[in-house]
């Protein structure tokens, strides 16, 4: 018999979703009627004409924005095994709306948006695997479900790609990082991460927000270790934007 968080979590997180099903279609952030809608996302062309798109031209590595011929600040210590990385969006009011429902409420289908915004991304082109961030177990019972997975899934029907949670595991559990500095987030998650079974694979970690990018390093330098033949990340929404 699983604790009551668990059961709990899932039988909310079902309710939810059953409730978008039979609601007429509302927009998931706002709740204004979806007149025209995209595919089977349910988020209404006002909200998603409010994601600002990351603009070019961006660091090679982590895909912040630069000025050209300065160096990042972003990635400049980064260690080895994450190729590069790119996000669809800045986290406004907006997009960090859509990742709470999808995070917290247990709103599935804002990930099928979320998607739709992503499938550009740069590191898409080609044969490759999604490899959803995962959660810590501890956290992973409480929610009930990965908000990465939920993307990840979305995305892999939306470009056909195959999604693989099971190659990427934590291996313990790492304290929360928004209090952290990034120097701390970085041994934070230092091996924090396995991966096993990951051997030739076009890897491609999907998240939910780009912050420091700490945990896609981290989870990146396992699935190189694990013989990918190249490991990139993608995230739907990047929160640092660049002062001045
Ligand atoms: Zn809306
Ligand atoms: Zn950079």
Redesign the pocket.
């Known amino acids: 018999m699983p604790p009551f968080a668990e059961r709990f979590a899932g039988w909310r997180a079902s309710l939810a979703d059953l409730e978008r099903w039979l609601l007429p279609a509302a927009c998931l952030l706002c709740e204004a009627p979806v007149a025209e809608r995209e595919g089977d996302a349910l988020v209404c062309a006002l909200c998603r004409s409010r994601w600002r798109a990351i603009p070019n031209p961006?660091?090679?590595?982590?895909?912040?924005p630069?000025v050209p011929g300065l160096t990042?600040?972003?990635?400049?210590d980064?260690g080895p095994g994450l190729r590069r990385v790119r996000s669809a969006v800045w986290l406004g009011d907006s997009a960090r709306r859509a990742v709470h429902r999808l995070k917290y409420d247990g709103w599935w289908r804002v990930a099928e948006a979320m998607a739709l915004a992503m499938r550009d991304l740069e590191p898409l082109t080609g044969q490759v695997s999604l490899i959803p961030v995962p959660l810590g177990s501890r956290r992973a019972r409480e929610r009930g479900y990965n908000q990465s997975e939920r993307i990840a899934a979305s995305l892999g029907r939306l470009i056909g790609a195959p999604v693989r949670p099971d190659l990427l595991r934590r291996t313990r559990e790492t304290q929360t990082q928004t209090a952290l500095t990034p120097e701390a987030r970085a041994a934070n998650l230092a091996g924090a991460f396995a991966c096993t079974g990951a051997g030739g694979v076009a890897a491609v970690l999907v998240d939910d927000v780009f912050t420091t990018g700490a945990t896609l390093v981290s989870a990146g330098a396992a699935v190189a270790a694990a013989g990918a033949a190249s490991v990139d990340g993608i995230t739907f929404a990047r929160a640092i934007e660049p002062v001045g």
């Open positions: 961006v660091c090679d590595r982590c895909g912040q630069i990042c600040r972003i990635c400049s980064w």
